[in-house]
């Protein structure tokens, strides 16, 4: 059985960085399409990131694109998300995601059938 665990989650302040990790264990992912999902306090959970095994694609929020970068290490069956120029509406609770399949859109919940238990990231202004 595979678990996904994030790491890296805290407290910032605004203009800040932060680095998620989430590591896999059970099985290599390397073959996976693997992102991020965030949900913030009494909204809905939305996509954040993902990055496709060929090529290493990368899809990002409009919210997010430019200040933040999805990235893996396969040899560590890892995936990563750089977060940079943080702002308070980024607080949330972030969580890493994986796939195996190879059609569907990868910016939904239903298309990811791997899922960790979620890192805090909060912002201060």
């Known amino acids: 059985q595979v678990q996904l665990v994030e790491s890296g989650g805290g407290l910032v302040q605004a203009g800040g960085s932060l680095r998620l990790s989430c590591t896999a264990s059970?099985?290599?992912?390397?073959?996976?399409?693997m992102g991020w999902f965030r949900q913030a306090p009494g909204k809905e959970r939305v996509f954040v990131a993902a990055?496709?095994?060929?090529?290493?694609?990368?899809y990002y929020a409009d919210a997010v694109k430019g200040r933040f970068t999805i990235s893996r290490d396969n040899a560590k069956n890892t995936v990563y998300l750089q977060m940079n120029s943080l702002k308070p509406e980024d607080a949330a609770v972030y969580y890493c995601v994986a796939s195996d399949y190879t059609a569907g859109s990868v910016s939904t919940e239903t298309f990811y059938h791997m899922w960790g238990q979620g890192t805090q990231v909060t912002v201060s202004s």
């Open positions: 990055q496709l095994p060929t090529f290493r694609r990368s």
């Open positions: 059970g099985r290599t992912l390397s073959s996976s399409v």
